[in-house]
Structures are given as C-alpha cells and as structure tokens.
C-alpha cells in the first residue's frame, strides 16, 4: 500500500513541478499599474484643457480626446544584449518631435517591411506588452481589445467562446446580436449550428475540437465576431483579412467600416449618437485594407511610426509606394 501511495505521488511530480514553476512566473503587475496611474492622469490634463478650450460644450468632450503617437520607442530584452524594434525620436529632416494624433473613430492601418515592428505596435497598443515609456497615449476610458491572428477557442460551446468577457445577462451577448454579426461576416451556416450547441461537456475535445470541426475561414471569422460581440472602444486586430480570399476580404473590411460608422454592431441605430466612438488599428498585407483605411501609418526600425498618404502599390513589400506626411 505504502508502495502504490508512493508511485502515485510519483507520478503527480511532473505535473506538480510544473504547476509550481507557472505559480512561481514574474507578473507585470507593477508595470500595468504604473502605466494605468500615469494614463489616468494623462487623461485627467487633456480634459481640463479640453474644457478649457471649449467652454460652452457640455457634452462629448471625452470622445474628443485622441489616441498619440509620440516619439514611438521601444526595445526587447535580449540575452546578449538589446534589440530596438521601435525607435522613433526625432524627425531628422526637421529637427521636430514626431507626433501622431488619431480622433476616435478612425480606421487606421499599420503597414510596413516584415519584421520591422508592426506586431509589436500592436501588441504595445492592445496592452499585451507595457514598456515604461512607449510613447503612445490612449485615453484611459476607453476598454482596448487586442485581438492575435491566430484564433484560439476554449473548452466550452461555442456561444460561450463568442460572449467571453460579457455578463450572460448582457444585451451584448444576446444569441440574436450574436448570430447576426456572424452572419454580416459571412459565417457560414454549417458553423452557426454549433451556435445552438449546449455547453460542452468534460468528455468532448474541448477547444481542440473547434480546430478539427471549423473551416480554416470560419474560425478566423469567428474569431473576428468574438471581438465585435465584445464591442471595445478601441480594437487592435493583428492582419485580419490575411486568411482570406479577395471576396471575404472585402466582406471583412465592410464589416470593420460599420463597426467604426455605426459605433459598434447590431445595436439600436436610434442610440448610436448616445455610444462612444470606435476606432479601429489594424495590420494588413493587402491594398484592400490600406485603401479602406482613414489613415495609414508605417513603421520601420528606421523611420519608426509615420503617417503615410495612400497611393497605388504593393503593401507586401519594402517598396510600397506611399509618402510620409510633412
């Protein structure tokens, strides 16, 4: 007895060791706190001077305070040393700090050479990553959603893996507001079904499951439905129309636009002026969303983060053919 007790303990040690070794992580709980503080009082200046320069409005001063670009920087922690991925300081043809505004309710796309810092400009701006001094100001009322490429789904049904984040109460996560927006992306009806599945249970596959019983587009798709039923102020998106073929593509990016006009999607259009903007950043590969952008920023280890006008080109390649704002 004592023999089998002691090849049970055993056998739990790795996963035990394991266990320990996650619990025992560093956290960036500190960091995230200082950041909050510091755009918090960010926030708190701008709408003192807000209100200042525009005494005689009452309301809908929070929705125009902008999200900044500032001198973007930003390195990674390497073993042998640091590698800047971001590096941004000043314009050296004018001698000026670089500063980007974006109002709220802009579509914005990141474009630029491979490996030169979109991902990460994304993942500072979705909060995923918190260096001490970015240079980039979000007003701190605004819920931020950062959203990877790659599609992940959790061991549940699939309606809960759509409202995840939202109270079940929610209007937000009504089944009807659900199906909708997955129609207008183009879902198809096969994967709706799984929308009226109950909860799934401990003998199924769980999130793995999704992957063997979804389409590589209905997942991608679903995926991109999941961030617009959680309706955030602010949307980051990592190059969401990648997947996709032209035609699903240009689907997308309708869906993208309305969600910037329409300030969110499926709500009651008599209500739109009471909701806050949305703005929407995202990275793409493709014409198709630089054209259907209303601003366009490229970022290189170089130049950092500048504005860009459109014209014709390939967004694919170091020779994408726009010109910075002066």
């Not at 023999?3 to 025992?24: A, E, F, P």
């Not at 709220?104 to 990141?110: E, I, L, N, W």
């Not at 061991?155 to 009807?176: I, Q, R, V, W």
């Not at 129609?183 to 079904?193: M, P, T």
């Amino acid at each position: 007895e004592v023999y089998k007790t002691l090849l049970n303990m055993q056998s739990t040690s790795d996963s035990l060791r394991h266990l320990v070794g996650i619990m025992n992580l560093p956290t960036d709980l500190k960091q995230r706190a200082i950041a909050s503080a510091n755009r918090r009082a960010h926030t708190k200046e701008l709408r003192e001077y807000l209100v200042k320069q525009y005494p005689e409005k009452t309301s809908g001063l929070m929705d125009m305070e902008p999200i900044v670009f500032s001198n973007v920087h930003f390195a990674y922690e390497l073993e042998y040393g640091r590698e800047a991925s971001l590096l941004t300081r000043k314009n050296s043809h004018e001698g000026l700090d670089r500063k980007i505004e974006i109002m709220q309710g802009s579509m914005v796309c990141v474009v630029g050479p491979r490996s030169e810092g979109k991902a990460t400009l994304l993942k500072i701006l979705g909060g995923v990553i918190i260096p001490p001094d970015s240079g980039i100001f979000i007003p701190a009322h605004l819920r931020i959603l950062h959203v990877a490429a790659e599609p992940y789904f959790y061991k549940d049904s699939m309606y809960k893996n759509l409202t995840f984040g939202l109270h079940p109460d929610s209007p937000g996560a009504s089944k009807e507001r659900v199906k909708a927006i997955c129609i207008s992306l183009g879902v198809n009806e096969y994967a709706l079904r799984y929308l009226e599945e109950p909860t799934v249970g401990d003998s199924d596959d769980g999130g793995e499951k999704w992957s063997l019983v979804l389409s590589l587009t209905d997942r991608h798709l679903l995926n991109l439905a999941r961030a617009f039923v959680f309706d955030p102020e602010v949307l980051v998106l990592h190059k969401p129309t990648m997947p996709f073929d032209e035609r699903v593509s240009s689907q997308v990016l309708k869906v993208m636009r309305e969600f910037v006009t329409d300030r969110g999607l499926h709500w009651d259009s008599e209500q739109k002026t009471l909701r806050r903007p949305r703005t929407l950043i995202m990275s793409s590969a493709k014409i198709q969303g630089v054209l259907a952008a209303d601003r366009i920023l490229r970022v290189t280890k170089a130049g950092g983060v500048e504005e860009l006008q459109q014209s014709k080109g390939d967004v694919g390649t170091d020779s994408f053919s726009t010109r910075p704002l002066r």
